[in-house]
């Protein structure tokens, strides 16, 4: 494989669409897919994944904003995107000129809107934000007669206004327990009540939710990580992992007994021993947290990581391995590599945290089971 530095990651599109496939015949006929490919795909590259799937059924693209809606539109990318953030209104007339639907999210921002839209005379198609306890963006709900009712005419007055076509309802669940969720849901469920409209996308689901209440599906539900292959709450759901992050031993050398490793000098050899410098840093997207705490896999083996990773290199403890593996692939996560909740719990954050982390700099390598698709260098 000719790629300019020995760090990347394998993406695997047969198991992308595999994911797919199961997803759609888990939320059955009725239900709207739409995929989340906001933060670079979660890191897997948003353009090659949206054009890989493009042609699958799938309602919508769902973006985090407007930068990340342009650069699919830009790569010829026709399907429905929905912006799920915050567009600022000097730049509606972008979204529109490139049918990007618009969240509203609170009143003041639909004024602003349509403002914009009669000064241009056009039209924008938009999904509504509502707030049922999240308290993130979009209108509150509370289930206070006086207080609701005021939302309640503002989000009649939207869905009757011409200079919108409102396709969507939204919210998102906090995924506290299992009581609060109920509480949003029935909130939800309270204000599509209150604004009846038999043509509207409504959609509160995102993957966690869409794994745990099959109640709450509605019409459509967004789906990122099970995407990608993580699913935590649903043994029907069999997913396979889409991304894994490999690296290459770049030197090998024995260190004596009392030495210290990297900065700081947080770990001392107890023994004479031989190390490996890996080509791959926090930079590249990998935790430092794992600093003397992970390891990696090369073939089946384990290698601890030692020292301080360093921004481009981490340090490895080779002991366990023969001579012959050191050419081998260095496997930080995904197939053959450590299981990615186990770095999440040694780094004290979530998968889809560290699945964005990876840089610009980390080669994409796309595969399906006839071999490498395409290369993709994002710097190059």
């Known amino acids: 494989m000719d790629i300019l530095r020995p760090t990347w990651v394998e993406i695997n599109i047969d198991n992308l669409i595999y994911n797919i496939k199961c997803i759609k015949r888990f939320l059955g006929k009725n239900v709207k897919l739409g995929a989340v490919i906001k933060a670079n795909a979660y890191g897997h590259g948003s353009v090659e994944i949206a054009k890989y799937i493009d042609g699958l059924d799938i309602d919508y693209f769902c973006v985090a904003s407007l930068q990340e809606a342009l650069e699919l539109r830009k790569n010829n990318i026709k399907k429905s995107i929905l912006v799920m953030g915050y567009i600022p209104i000097n730049y509606i007339e972008n979204a529109i000129k490139n049918d990007i639907t618009v969240t509203v999210f609170d009143y003041n921002y639909f004024k602003q809107l349509k403002e914009v839209l009669n000064k241009l005379e056009k039209k924008c198609k938009v999904h509504i934000k509502i707030d049922t306890g999240f308290n993130r963006l979009g209108f509150k709900i509370i289930e206070n007669i006086q207080t609701d009712t005021i939302v309640f005419n503002q989000l009649l007055e939207i869905i009757k206004c011409k200079e919108v076509d409102v396709k969507g309802i939204f919210s998102h669940l906090s995924l506290t327990n299992e009581s609060l969720d109920q509480m949003q849901f029935d909130r939800f469920l309270y204000t599509l009540k209150n604004i009846p409209s038999t043509d509207i996308i409504a959609h509160i689901c995102d993957s966690i939710g869409m794994c745990k209440y099959k109640n709450f599906h509605m019409n459509m539900v967004r789906v990122g ?38 900065y700081d000098s947080t770990f001392v050899a107890k023994k004479d021993m031989k190390i490996g410098v890996v080509a791959c840093g926090y930079a590249d997207g990998i935790p430092r947290e794992l600093s003397n705490k992970g390891y990696v896999m090369i073939g089946n083996k384990k290698c601890n990581i030692i020292g301080m990773m360093c921004m481009d290199q981490t340090i490895i403890d080779l002991d366990n391995i023969e001579k012959s593996m050191y050419k081998e692939d260095v496997i930080f996560y995904g197939e053959r590599g450590p299981n990615l909740s186990e770095i999440c719990c040694t780094a004290k954050t979530n998968k889809n945290e560290i699945l964005t982390r990876v840089s610009k700099r980390v080669i994409k390598v796309y595969i399906n089971k006839e071999g490498t698709v395409k290369i993709v260098d994002e710097l190059n």
């Open 225 to 262: 990580s099970c995407l990608y292959g993580y699913n935590s709450r649903s043994d029907e759901l069999k997913l396979k992992k889409v991304m894994t992050f490999k690296s290459k031993i770049i030197q090998v050398k024995e260190i004596k007994r009392g030495e210290s490793i990297s």
